[in-house]
């Protein structure tokens, strides 16, 4: 079946450290990628998406590319903030072939924590 | 504001009680999510519902019932709660149909956490 994996956390930077949690998929098809972000306390909320091949996602700085080739969607950002210390999950979408609706698979999630 | 609601925000409960959480949204989205959140495991799907009247097993599915009462509300039962149930919950939205061709963002409520002894 289709599934997700990323990198173990947690992840510790300093501030205006360059930042890379890789996500790789695996699937039948052709899904859309997310990432979601999740800050403490609260329910997850969509970062960024890409719905086809070579599509870039950009959001807060954040962004993902869907390779197809290497079949990837790694989260990038090029100068983290303290306020950016969260959870983050890479998911795709898996269609229902029966009934027009999507379910949607997640990774474990990295935890990252950005140091001042 | 526009969004889901899940009620209660925190439960504990003892070994075999039972108990339901609430979920409704306001964005007319067809389809509803049940997910549970354990550490090291991320998000498992515990039900869906794709439309009103309908429901599908996710991922985990045993020890729980739902009920997708309409088009707004869709319900997480726990009929014999179980230590193993200790979890964070969470509901989630989605537009889709058969017209939609990409899937759609996925709005999540804040979450449930509940502790069972």
């Known amino acids: 079946g289709n599934s997700v994996t990323q990198m173990e956390g947690p992840v510790t930077l300093s501030e205006e450290a360059f930042l890379t949690i890789n996500c790789t998929y695996t699937?039948?098809?052709?899904?859309?990628l997310f990432w979601y972000v999740q800050y403490p306390g609260e329910g997850l909320q969509l970062l960024l998406k890409a719905t086809k091949a070579d599509d870039k996602g950009s959001n807060k700085g954040f962004e993902a590319t869907y390779r197809k080739e290497t079949t990837s969607f790694h989260l990038e950002k090029g100068s983290v903030q303290v306020s950016d210390s969260a959870v983050y999950f890479c998911a795709l979408s898996d269609p229902v072939s029966t009934s027009g609706t999507y379910k949607y698979i997640f990774g474990t999630g990295t935890r990252l924590k950005v140091l001042a | 504001n526009a969004g889901v609601t899940q009620t209660p925000k925190f439960q504990v409960l003892k070994t075999g009680q039972s108990m339901t959480l609430q979920c409704a949204q306001d964005?007319?989205?067809?389809?509803m999510y049940w997910y549970r959140q354990d550490p090291g495991m991320g998000l498992r799907l515990i039900y869906y519902s794709a439309s009103e009247g309908t429901t599908d097993k996710g991922e985990v599915p045993n020890g729980y019932n739902v009920s997708r009462l309409n088009k707004r509300e869709f319900s997480l039962r726990l009929e014999s709660a179980a230590p193993s149930q200790t979890s964070v919950y969470f509901c989630a939205s989605s537009e889709s149909g058969a017209t939609i061709l990409k899937a759609n963002v996925l709005t999540f409520g804040a979450g449930s956490r509940l502790t069972v002894l």
């Open positions: 699937a039948t098809g052709y899904p859309s």
């Open positions: 964005m007319n989205h067809n389809s």
